[in-house]
């Protein structure tokens, strides 16, 4: 029960390459499904500063919205503050948080007074003490232990309510 | 040639394999799509009025049908969960004739009870319980003792049922006609009116859903004190602010009232002020009692739920922060902002309730809530103490022959003091909804209850010095 060996390779090549066809069709599908899944939630505008990104999803309209009214509308965009300086630390932050917040927002677990975690507020304090430094310099002198204040903790409307 | 031919059963392992975990994330991939896809439709609020509702529409389940969320959340009232000072706990109960209730909350009477010294001969003194969530509150008066044993009018109802649609067909059109004519009936003949407990129609307007106030008595009370304030003729549906109003409509209810002369009729006792004892001494001036005690001869007077009067003399209350924004706070469903109707505790309820505007953890708010509450606890069981000592004094001293005369100084502090103590116990807040003003309030009782003591010591003293 021996065949030629070139027509056992013939066949063997014919089963194969519809087998990768097939293959290709179901890895195509998922890369399209991914890329318009990407483009329908609007995905490109999260690279952006562009604060209308950060409500994209109804969870931080009122966040906005007040920052639209706030004293720091025309100084500073919601990534001058929640997001560190430079281009790695920036884009690792917003890659933690975009997670974090997708995976909340999927599945309905969070609270609806959303509440900032420990890790993003050391980043907003940083922010408010980087542009406001020549201010806080003669008050942070005195102070050599750690704060359990933060600024926002009395001037919390300067954001956003 | 290459591995496809030389080992083909592990290559195509390799291909299931992969073919498995490509399909499992394209799955996955339209899942998330469809979700963002039902996000973006939740963002547009949509309405639908499939129910036609009237201002004859009492039935919470008609209205239900165009506003679901706010009806599911509504029913949730049925819930029974206890706080760390008040709450309910549902207690097994096998049904009677007389009471075909499955679940009971737990009597106060038995926790406390010096309850039933301060209010022997009243029928709280043989019936008490914790209250429970709104859902509960007709049954509650069913089959409670109170109104099983006792003789009571139809006026109790006012609270207890959704009446904004009974009164006005009774007075023919007219609510204040309706609310006289079944203040003045007796309780089961009116009971037979009501199908409901309090229901959408009681503060909402049916065409626009605004809130409105529905009660007789709460617009002639909150009238009569905006006068005392130097507001004439207050129409409190007209004038109210949007603010004002979700207090106003549960202040309809969770107040201090009384049964005014024989037709029962209902009245909130504001003409002087809110504040407690601008209320004694409104009942002073028209000389209201609720019972003569049975222990001591003296006229007293239950305080019943003035939650409303008490939240007024707080901190909330001056910085606008009415019942609903507590008792009923925003919640968010989808795109949607709604007031949470399930009304209860705001400890069951800490991040909608407080966190809103006191950006501290949950456990700290609750930590500083419980603080405030125990330090009330511990106030109101050193002046229920006090008053339990005038009440023994005073019965012994009855017993030993007093006249009414010798005793008067001694009631009157009885009446004060215990009016001021079950004026903080029954605003169910155990002194949250103002703690100075409870402070204040315990250490006004306390003292009166001393004094009436020390009454009675000179008058046992001044016997003693008779040959």
């Not at chain 1, 948080?97 to 995976?103: A, P, Y």
């Not at chain 2, 049908?65 to 706010?70: I, V």
């Not at chain 2, 023919?172 to 009501?194: C, Q, S, T, Y």
Request: hydrophobic content about 40%; glycine content about 8%; charged content about 25%.
């Amino acid at each position: 029960m021996h065949s030629q060996p070139g027509r056992r390779r013939a066949a063997g090549f014919a089963v194969w390459s519809y087998l990768f066809i097939a293959l290709g069709v179901c890895a195509g599908l998922l890369v399209g499904i991914g890329v318009f899944t990407f483009a329908y939630a609007c995905g490109a505008s999260y690279m952006t500063d562009d604060p209308d990104a950060c409500a994209n999803c109804h969870v931080m309209r009122g966040q906005l919205d007040g920052w639209r009214k706030s004293s720091h509308r025309a100084a500073a965009v919601c990534n001058d503050c929640h997001t560190p300086p430079g281009l790695v630390p920036k884009y690792a932050t917003k890659a933690v948080n975009g997670f974090f917040h997708s995976l909340a927002f999927t599945t309905g677990r969070f609270p609806d007074e959303i509440r900032i975690q420990a890790r993003n507020g050391a980043v907003t304090e940083s922010a408010c003490q980087k542009c406001h430094a020549e201010i806080v310099a003669a008050a942070q002198q005195t102070r050599r232990h750690p704060s359990p204040l933060a600024c926002v903790s009395c001037h919390r409307h300067v954001g956003h309510d | 040639m290459n591995e496809a031919t030389a080992n083909p059963g592990r290559l195509k392992r390799l291909l299931m394999i992969t073919i498995a975990v490509t399909a499992a994330l394209t799955v996955g991939a339209a899942a998330l799509l469809v979700n963002i896809f039902e996000h973006k439709q939740e963002a547009r609020n949509p309405f639908f009025r499939v129910a036609e509702l009237t201002a004859d529409t009492e039935d919470p389940a008609v209205w239900g049908r165009n506003f679901p969320l706010h009806y599911d959340d509504y029913r949730k009232t049925v819930d029974m969960e206890r706080t760390r000072y008040g709450g309910s706990e549902a207690l097994a109960h096998s049904p009677t004739q007389a009471d075909p209730r499955s679940l009971l909350s737990q009597s106060k009477l038995e926790e406390d009870p010096r309850l039933k010294t301060m209010w022997a001969g009243y029928p709280f003194g043989v019936d008490f319980r914790e209250e429970r969530g709104h859902a509960y509150m007709l049954d509650d008066q069913s089959y409670t003792r109170r109104v099983t044993e006792f003789k009571q009018p139809g006026t109790c109802l006012n609270c207890h049922a959704s009446m904004a649609v009974v009164y006005r067909k009774a007075g023919g059109g007219d609510v204040f006609e309706g609310f006289r004519k079944i203040n003045a009936m007796p309780w089961a003949e009116a009971r037979k009116l009501a199908s409901h407990p309090v229901a959408c129609v009681d503060c909402h307007d049916p065409a626009t859903m605004q809130l409105r106030v529905t009660r007789p008595a709460f617009i002639e009370g909150i009238r009569a004190f905006k006068a005392s304030q130097g507001v004439p003729n207050y129409d409190v549906n007209r004038q109210a602010t949007a603010q004002e109003m979700r207090a106003f409509v549960c202040g309809q209810c969770h107040v201090e009232y009384y049964f005014q002369g024989e037709g029962k009729t209902l009245v909130y006792p504001w003409s002087k002020g809110l504040q407690v004892e601008n209320i004694l001494e409104y009942f002073d001036e028209v000389g209201h009692k609720d019972w003569v005690h049975k222990e001591t001869g003296a006229a007293v007077l239950k305080a019943q739920h003035p939650e409303f009067e008490m939240w007024n003399q707080g901190v909330h209350a001056r910085s606008g922060v009415t019942c609903a924004d507590c008792h009923m706070p925003y919640k968010r469903e989808g795109g949607f902002k709604i007031s949470d109707h399930h009304v209860r505790s705001p400890l069951l309820n800490i991040n909608r309730a407080c966190q809103g505007c006191h950006r501290f953890p949950e456990e700290e708010l609750k930590a500083r809530v419980e603080l405030i509450q125990g330090r009330s606890f511990a106030s109101r069981n050193l002046a229920m103490d006090a008053l339990m000592d005038l009440i023994n004094d005073l019965r012994g001293a009855r017993e030993a022959g007093a006249s009414d005369a010798e005793l008067k100084r001694a009631r009157d502090m009885q009446r004060k003091a215990q009016f001021l103590i079950d004026f903080v116990e029954a605003e169910n807040s155990t002194g949250f909804h103002a703690p100075q003003e409870s402070m204040r309030v315990l250490t006004a009782a306390l003292d009166y209850a001393r004094k009436g003591q020390i009454a009675l010591r000179q008058r046992s003293a001044r016997a003693a010095a008779q040959p």
